[in-house]
């Protein structure tokens, strides 16, 4: 493809990701190069690149053409307004790869040209842009991250801004971690050990390692490290009963089928038959052989027969995503202040119904990845003043039991991590305790 063919398949993504403001970008982008399998990988790297650059500074892009009177700006002048202001290049130079010659864009009309024209010569970053856009983060976020991280947020939106690495997880149910980074460079991928998580492996660029055969042969899991610590805490061993509520596509299942080393039960619950059909395939491939899945549905009786006999039960609860927003800057767009209302109101009442599984003397695990405290501190204060049975597990004493030797990353009362002070995604777990009866 020419330079200004791959603009236009850009300004083609970008235009997909803006028509559907409530699904997620990546997910758009596959169906999207799944409809243009003529779009080679180099190719289809570029396009990607371009059209991501605009979508990681989608809140100041907008920022720039408020001051000018534009509330929605075409995909076309937001990703000629990231070229000017993050990428330095002229409008000229714009205008040129706006040709209308075989499959580039059509040509910058006179009031496109004037816009961008406006631009040229200013940063990305001005001092008088409000801390949303400056920070280049949610105004219905802030008030919740300047309470988490007070005068260090910006450090902190700064480490947001920055690409994630690839973490992997070794699994241990088929192989050391030293036998998985040997598989991995016999590949050709350089992978280092993490330092908090005892399984973890990390890529410092983003590398297809599902085609790899240490993927394909369930050696590895893709997982950041923050969510592996998630399942370190929860400290299932072998011959437990344990319940993972919100199994998903089974991440942190398949890490504590490891910890167990395949002995003991394991659940993995969820709402959604596919996503449980996904797990599925992702257990086989780990042979995972000491777990089941179960479908939750409205009136389930299930709950009530293993009402208070599981000695874990992990809920890694569905949120805002705030502690992601490195590795899916649309998010930042995506989510807005009524669906932090909502989901904290779900949050309560799936910890309400997970609580029940827990046996006498057992543990509750409660972790999102979320950097917001109505998702967390608060989120657990309410839990515990409705449910007076449990007591939290101060942190750094279940950290030393599961890790002993290695530093805990912070003093507690529960995990909080994030991507400037640990180099993971945000992520927070609580360990709750019920009371022996």
């Not at 803006?18 to 990988?41: C, K, L, T």
């Not at 000491?290 to 609860?317: C, I, M, P, Q, Y």
Request: charged share 25%.
């Amino acid at each position: 493809m020419t330079p200004a063919a791959r603009l236009s398949a850009a300004i083609d993504l970008l235009s997909a990701v803006e028509a559907s403001p409530r699904r997620p970008a990546d997910a758009i982008a596959n169906d999207f190069f799944r409809a243009r399998r003529y779009i080679g990988g180099s190719d289809r790297r570029n396009v990607s690149e371009r059209a991501w650059g605009a979508i990681r500074q989608r809140l100041r892009l907008a920022w720039h053409f408020s001051e000018m009177g534009i509330a929605s700006p075409s995909a076309r002048l937001l990703l000629g307004a990231h070229l000017i202001l993050a990428e330095g290049w002229s409008v000229d130079g714009v205008d040129q790869n706006f040709s209308g010659e075989r499959f580039a864009a059509s040509p910058l009309g006179e009031e496109e040209r004037a816009l961008l024209g406006k631009l040229a010569g200013r940063p990305l970053v001005l001092p008088r842009m409000p801390d949303g856009p400056r920070l280049n983060l949610p105004e219905w976020a802030m008030p919740g991250l300047v309470t988490r991280f007070g005068d260090k947020l910006a450090e902190e939106a700064a480490a947001m801004e920055e690409a994630a690495p690839l973490d992997l997880r070794a699994n241990l149910l088929k192989v050391t971690r030293e036998a998985a980074l040997a598989a991995l460079a016999a590949e050709g991928i350089a992978a280092t050990p993490t330092p908090l998580s005892p399984w973890g492996m990390r890529i410092a660029d983003r590398r297809p390692v599902s085609a790899t055969k240490a993927f394909l042969e369930g050696l590895i899991e893709v997982q950041d490290e923050g969510s592996q610590l998630v399942a370190l805490l929860t400290d299932a061993r072998p011959g437990m009963r344990v319940a993972d509520f919100c199994a998903g596509a089974a991440g942190k299942t398949l890490a504590l089928a490891a910890t167990m080393a395949n002995k003991g039960h394991i659940v993995a619950c969820d709402t959604s038959a596919a996503r449980l059909e996904g797990a599925g395939r992702r257990l086989r491939r780990a042979d995972v052989n000491n777990s089941e899945r179960h479908l939750l549905t409205s009136g389930d009786k299930w709950r009530k027969r293993n009402s208070r006999k599981f000695d874990r039960v992990l809920v890694d609860a569905p949120c805002t995503g705030t502690g992601t927003w490195r590795r899916n800057p649309d998010a930042r767009i995506r989510t807005n202040g009524r669906d932090l209302a909502e989901l904290v109101l779900k949050q309560a009442m799936i910890l309400d119904d997970a609580s029940e599984l827990v046996r006498p003397g057992g543990r509750l695990v409660y972790a999102t990845c979320s950097l917001l405290p109505e998702e967390d501190e608060m989120q657990m204060a309410a839990f515990l003043e409705r449910h007076q049975d449990f007591t939290p597990v101060p942190f750094t004493e279940v950290w030393d039991a599961v890790r002993p030797g290695v530093a805990a990353p912070g003093p507690g009362p529960y995990m909080a991590l994030s991507p400037g002070s640990h180099g993971t995604d945000g992520f927070f777990a609580a360990v709750l305790q019920r009371q022996p009866s």
